[in-house]
């Protein structure tokens, strides 16, 4: 039980290429106006990583988003 609990908790980052897109992101926090929280709700992720993704995606220029 403990190990399982352990591996429910544990955040390991999202491979490259899994999930949505950087710019969808910040689609979804810029545009529609969700926060960090509700967007790894959304998506399946954890906040810490959806926040990280998103200062990423503010280095970078919007492509017709």
């Known amino acids: 039980m403990a190990a399982r609990l352990r591996a429910e908790t544990s955040a390991a980052p999202e491979p490259r290429g899994s999930g949505p897109a950087d ?20 998506v399946g992720s954890d906040t810490a990583n959806v926040a990280g993704r998103l200062r990423r995606a503010l280095l970078h220029e919007p492509a017709d988003w």
């Open 23 to 42: 710019e969808d992101l910040a689609i979804l926090h810029y545009v529609v106006g969700l926060a960090a929280p509700e967007i790894a709700d959304v």
